[in-house]
Structures are given as structure tokens and as C-alpha cells.
């Protein structure tokens, strides 16, 4: 799905690194729960960032003695300064690299929180980049990468064009099936499109600047979903114009439900809120 590359994720790093300066010699990680559908941490300020778990992309995840080599220092994490994380990123394991793109997030959360760290950009609480509430002319074609329900449900009623690429189309039901692309045309459905809507999961797999490059020309594009609450500057410098992730309000209790395998129903509203992070010339 695209090509693999990471600048965006190289660069935010970093611009966190900037930011933060020495004082990121003294932020350590609290606790890290790696949960059936999100990894997250919380950060020695309090502050608590999320990622989705990859899961599926575990080599042999079946086996204890092999996938014990994706986390070599599991019980061992805590107190850890956040660049062993940060740099664990790059060290080929998904794990660490879920779990560094959450602290990642826990810092991007400190930067606005308490830092009080701004761009050119709004960030608007308890709001969806795509919902109910935005309208969609009929005319306008779609792609959604990823299995994202409450968009595809929500271009399904509004009768709009639409492609979905996504890597496990066993996910999806049969009439949503009739939209499907595969890898090989992804091409041909970006390129005729004039709203793409991505999953952050894209920044995990590194195949999301391979996505954009093949987006044709004044096509607007969003990226989804919590993996992606870190500072935009990288994201916009790209051409996307908004990003739906979360802020984290409570993180020993998020931590709590992730252990428990809880999803976004299971947090949303009460340990974290929806936001939206937009440049202000796109709202």
C-alpha cells in the first residue's frame, strides 16, 4: 500500500527534540501497556500518548520464544528515559515502534499542555475531521485507506464514489466489498479522488508519504485515528490539511482499559476526547 518511507516520522522527532532541548534527558517513561488494539504509555509528567497495536504484523506471533524477540526488555521499560524509545523505533521490532510512536505522542501532548506550544494550526476538542455534521457534495469522489466504518458507513448514505484499499479486506462486508481496491490499483482510485481519508496506522507501516505522492493535484487529504496526535508540522508540510486524533485527559485510567483490551468506545468521552488538528487557512 504505497511506497515505505518515514520522513514525517523522522522529522516530528526532530522537532520534538528541538523543542524540548536537554530537558528531554529528564522524561521518562511511567508505565507501558501494550493492549489488543492500542499500545500506550504515560510519560514521569503525567502526560499519556496512544498507538495502534500491530498486532497482525508480528512475525510468528504465535510462538512465546519468537515473539519474545519483539520485546527483549519486557518488565524492564519503566523509568526509561523516552529516547530509548524513540530511537527502539527504528530498531525493526512493531512493538517498540507502536510503543515509541505513543511516547512520541505523550510528548507532542506535553508540548501543547504544558508547554504551551503552538503552530499554524487550530486544535479544535471534541470534534471529527468527517462527520455527521460535514457535507459532502454527491459529486465528490472518495478513497479511504483503511477500514475506517464510520466514514465508509457515513459515504455509503450520502450515495458518494468511493474506493477502499485496505490491507485485510476480509474486514469489510459484502456491499463494502464492491468498493474495494487492491494494492495494485491504488494508483487509479488516489488519483481520481477528490477527499482521501487515511489511517494513522499508514504511520506505523510507513507506506503513508507513499499514499500521498500518488494523490492527484488539489485533492484534500486527512489522516485518522489516534496513532496520529503528534505536533502536524510535518503532516501539513506534505499537503494534508487536518488530522483527527485524540487528547488524552486521564492516563492512568486509559492505560487501565487498554490492558483490558478496550477500543475507542471504551475510551472516548470518558479517559480521552476526539480532536482536530487543522492548519488555519483550511478551516
Not at 528541538?18 to 510519560?43: C, D, P, Q, S
Not at 492512568?252 to 470518558?270: P, T
Request: aromatic fraction near 6%; hydrophobic fraction near 40%.
Amino acid at each position: 500500500m504505497g511506497t515505505q518511507s518515514n520522513e514525517i516520522l523522522n522529522e516530528t522527532i526532530d522537532q520534538i527534540r528541538a523543542v524540548f532541548g536537554e530537558e528531554m534527558n529528564h522524561i521518562t517513561v511511567e508505565r507501558v501497556t501494550v493492549g489488543l488494539f492500542f499500545t500506550g504509555v504515560k510519560l514521569n509528567n503525567g502526560e499519556g500518548g496512544i498507538c495502534f497495536t500491530p498486532i497482525k504484523d508480528i512475525p510468528q506471533g504465535v510462538c512465546c520464544p519468537s515473539s519474545a524477540k519483539e520485546m527483549p526488555l519486557s518488565g524492564k521499560m519503566v523509568g526509561k528515559n523516552v529516547e530509548y524509545f524513540i530511537e527502539g523505533m527504528f530498531k525493526g521490532s512493531v512493538l517498540r515502534k507502536a510503543i515509541g510512536i505513543a511516547v512520541l505522542n505523550a510528548l507532542s501532548a506535553t508540548c501543547w499542555n504544558q508547554k504551551n506550544y503552538s503552530g499554524n494550526y487550530e486544535i479544535i476538542h471534541n470534534a471529527d475531521p468527517v462527520d455527521e455534521n460535514t457535507s459532502i457534495p454527491q459529486d465528490k469522489t472518495v478513497t479511504v485507506v483503511g477500514a475506517l466504518l464510520p466514514y465508509i458507513k457515513m459515504l455509503k448514505k450520502n450515495k458518494n464514489k468511493f474506493f477502499i484499499l485496505e490491507l485485510a479486506p476480509e474486514t469489510l462486508k459484502a456491499d463494502e466489498l464492491d468498493h474495494f481496491v487492491p494494492n495494485d490499483r491504488a494508483q487509479e482510485a488516489l488519483g481520481q479522488s477528490d477527499l482521501i481519508i487515511i489511517t494513522g496506522t499508514t504511520i506505523i507501516n510507513d507506506t503513508l508519504e507513499g499514499l500521498i505522492s500518488m494523490a492527484k493535484e488539489g485533492a484534500e487529504i486527512i489522516v485518522v485515528g489516534p496513532t496520529a496526535s503528534m505536533l502536524p508540522d510535518a503532516f501539513f508540510k506534505r499537503g494534508i490539511k487536518k488530522i483527527g486524533s485524540i487528547a488524552v485527559t486521564k492516563s492512568d485510567e486509559l492505560l487501565d482499559i487498554l490492558a483490558e483490551a478496550g477500543s475507542g468506545y471504551h475510551f472516548f468521552g470518558k479517559s480521552a476526547n476526539k480532536i482536530v488538528i487543522a492548519e488555519k487557512n483550511s478551516i
